[in-house]
């Protein structure tokens, strides 16, 4: 039904299986790793290595780098054609890419950042220069996000409230350990709360309660009320580092925030340079059907190759880790934990025009929006691109009641409503878009859901330890693993990181 | 870890798969269905049928039975050894059997009466002659469930709440449709608050809130925190027929309530003897692994057959159905529907012992306790046992966070556990128990949980009516489809004529 069509940044089953991409780059994984990986891939349909990935995301290449990097043999199996999850370049012609899932990456994500710049990956800014747009009960404002509230729009209305309870949350979250979130002093009763009942308790003006439907759809792919509090606390602390304490704004803001900056060749070049680099250590179109382990070691049974090992890393999101075939069987507290972590609902939707014109109109290309389908727009354009020159890309976040209405549309009402709106945020030359593509990440397979996977109320409290404690020789990795960034790039970086040092240290 | 261990109970592949066991009762199934199933039976890995469940437990075996009866053929695949689902007996020896999982049922669960009459399967009363036991800060007290809550114990500090909140969520429970909860006008709300929080809301007293855990972990296998408000009051609406209003009471009470009968024989022998009638249309011990539909018909693939069929039900719950491979991929809202169902937590404890000596003391063997492990207890006896003659059964329900503190412990350490309670409960006799064996339903592969499947916060407004929707050729069956009796024995029935009903009107 959507437009997530094959795309040139997949590269080709061949070319990794048969090595063909393990060009130049490959030499920052030294020689003794290499010749390990290839004596242990024969011809057939049995590999061996120390140790096996699932999932050719940002968490499991991370983690197949730094095995290779110790000097072990490492495989990596993927179900699709291609690398990177939840981030997934779209090439528009002439060099021009956009992203269809993860996009941004801000000040305090360490990890990712390093891991870009060892890999050569440039970071540019987000455009954010002029105003930003608000839009609610059917009226266009402007206003800087240089403010007091960041992104958050200074609607007198819901102004006092946002601040208050931004804090509120924010102070709430330092009660946290983002190690542990199920040890909070007050974790029972938070998991009692969804978000929905806090907000109603906290709050009186219509506009501050919309104003949280517009941050959690895209935030968590999520209404307010499918997000337990704990974690939603959980995911505020977690959005920092070591030094820095997360806070919420850093989920909504652009400067100083989570949108900070973006990749030059798109958020998947970070993916495709380590798949690159891991050249035929990397087999895709294998989806892993079967994990059994014992005394010796664990086998990894895929569609199209077998693998053994001494370790498992599991890097994909809890609700699909539930769907593999474990022998023998998980303890139940890790199988109930996958049983209750579903993945968020979001739709990205993005639209191409000639020039980014809203430029020229003082706008930055950030909207937020009481209403939907979409609450959220960012510019998307190339780092390239000016006011005479293009293209512009303005994308959209469609999240949770919205992304389930907007599916039931035939894609020429998607477009005509998503249109509809940017003319309203940016002014009529945004109905001109000369291309419109969506992708609905709860229908692809191997993701089932965006951005992140989510807890039931509850569920990081009864088996929250269960996430990343190994069973044996698997362990755990994804960014939902995470205790910092928890559902970013960044997290995914970090969980593949504490992966690989837990096996590392059991090899 | 518990003694979830082979039982006599479970009929060996060989005897389904031959047929052998297809006796005299299978004439109930008529000749022509009969021979087409067999024609439809060739010797190799695949066969054809008219229709194929996924599932031997109550709904397919039911659904199954009503396709057969209507004159085409149906071919059942289980993952398990044996049938019944969540309804298995353990024998005890000497022709006594105890059940390890779905035991009573009661008034208004007609379709399951219906069944187990047309069976031969005879139902007799729970024993409840005496007195109840309630334990509460460490005091025992008894009582008579024949007084104003029935079940629920009268405690002073209690009862006044207890009547005033149990009709409240009665009477909420009015406005919510069974067939469509998430159109009831107030879903949005209900949906935003945990039972937790409703409770918090509507209490003062200690006690009382403590006896909600209580309830709940027996009823839903989860604390208040995990349950959905909106589905909490589903599932006492669902707690009837068409004719009578569905009560929270039915949920808790023995006296005119879902616990006033048992089978002779156990309940397992209702699915037994279905399976009996099915012959060789039921395979064991091959778990589906995906499902194929096309314009021209479903194939089943499962390790042991393979199957062609016109149509599919799939009996299974919604957090294994969503395990299965499903090509093409179901609609994203189906499978956001099974990653939000988890299984309940509930072990099933029970102890042996020579004679029913509770009943010389003028006590049921119903016990209510406000702290765990155990939280309720039912006296199992077979029903030939009297203060004579024995054995004597009690049983136990450990939930929720009871069960999951319970499985940390050593077999040894949960036996004295439960047999101290007993002990506090029945007298200083229940610790001469002859014998002792729990069922942990969250660690049995293809159950997952017990005793049913709850939506996460949101779950239900967002994506119910993908409950039962049918997707192509597949429809779907199994308790927690039902608008009745959701969870209970009777619902798994009710839900499996529904489906053969669809299933018939489409061949």
Redesign the interface.
């Known amino acids: 039904m959507t437009d997530n069509d094959t795309d040139r940044s997949r590269l080709t089953r061949r070319g990794f299986v048969a090595g063909t991409l393990a060009t130049g780059a490959a030499a920052a994984v030294p020689p003794a790793a290499q010749a390990a990986a290839a004596r242990s891939t024969p011809a057939g349909h049995t590999r061996r290595a120390d140790v096996v990935v699932v999932g050719a995301g940002f968490a499991g290449l991370t983690a197949a780098r730094q095995v290779a990097h110790a000097g072990h043999s490492v495989v990596v199996v993927e179900a699709r054609d291609r690398v990177g999850g939840r981030v997934w370049n779209h090439h528009l012609g002439g060099g021009v890419v956009s992203e269809r899932g993860g996009t941004f990456v801000g000040p305090t994500q360490d990890r990712v950042l390093a891991l870009a710049q060892q890999l050569g990956v440039h970071k540019f800014d987000t455009y954010d220069t002029g105003m930003d747009v608000y839009y609610a009960d059917g009226q266009r404002s402007t206003y800087s996000d240089t403010g007091l509230l960041g992104t958050a729009p200074p609607d007198p209305q819901a102004m006092t409230e946002t601040i208050v309870n931004v804090e509120r949350l924010d102070q709430m979250s330092t009660q946290v350990p983002v190690n542990a979130p199920w040890e909070a002093v007050n974790a029972?009763e938070w998991?009692?709360?969804?978000l929905?009942?806090w907000i109603?308790e906290n709050s009186r003006t219509p506009h501050f309660r919309q104003l949280v439907h517009t941050a959690t759809r895209p935030i968590f792919g999520?209404?307010?009320?499918?997000l337990s509090l704990l974690f939603v606390l959980f995911y505020i602390a977690s959005s920092g580092n070591e030094k820095n304490p997360g806070t919420f704004e850093r989920n909504f803001d652009t400067r100083n925030g989570g949108q900070m900056w973006r990749f030059v060749g798109g958020s998947q070049l970070v993916a495709i340079k380590m798949a690159h680099q891991l050249g035929s250590r990397v087999v895709l179109d294998s989806p892993v059907?079967r994990i059994e382990q014992n005394g010796r070691g664990v086998t990894v049974v895929s569609d199209r190759v077998t693998v053994r090992a001494k370790r498992a890393i599991v890097a994909v999101p809890p609700?699909l880790a539930?769907?593999i075939d474990y022998e023998p069987?998980l303890?139940?507290?890790r199988?109930?934990l996958t049983?209750?972590?579903?993945?968020g609902?979001l739709t990205k939707v993005a639209a191409v025009y000639d020039r980014p014109f809203w430029r020229e109109a003082g706008l930055t290309g950030t909207a937020v929006s009481l209403t939907g389908p979409v609450t959220a727009t960012f510019d998307d354009s190339p780092p390239q691109a000016s006011s005479k020159r293009g293209p512009g890309i303005i994308f959209g976040f469609v999240g949770g009641?919205d992304a389930?209405a907007h599916?039931r549309l035939s894609m020429s009402a998607r477009r005509a409503a998503v249109l509809n709106q940017f003319v309203a945020f940016f002014g009529p030359k945004a109905k001109q878009a000369r291309g419109y593509f969506e992708t609905?990440w709860?229908?692809e397979?191997w993701t089932?859901?965006c951005p992140v996977g989510i807890p039931?109320?509850?569920?990081l409290?009864?088996?929250g330890p269960w996430l990343r404690k190994p069973i044996g020789r698997i362990h755990w990795a994804g960014t939902e693993t995470s205790n910092f960034w928890n559902g970013y790039m960044d997290g995914a970086v970090r969980s593949g990181e504490r992966a690989a040092a837990e096996v590392l240290r059991g090899l």
């Open positions: 029972a998991e009692g709360y969804t929905d009942r109603d999520a209404e307010p009320r499918e059907r609700a539930g769907r069987l303890p139940f507290e199988d109930q049983q209750r972590y579903g993945q609902t009641d389930r599916a609905s709860s229908g397979r089932r859901g039931s109320t509850g569920a409290l009864a088996y």
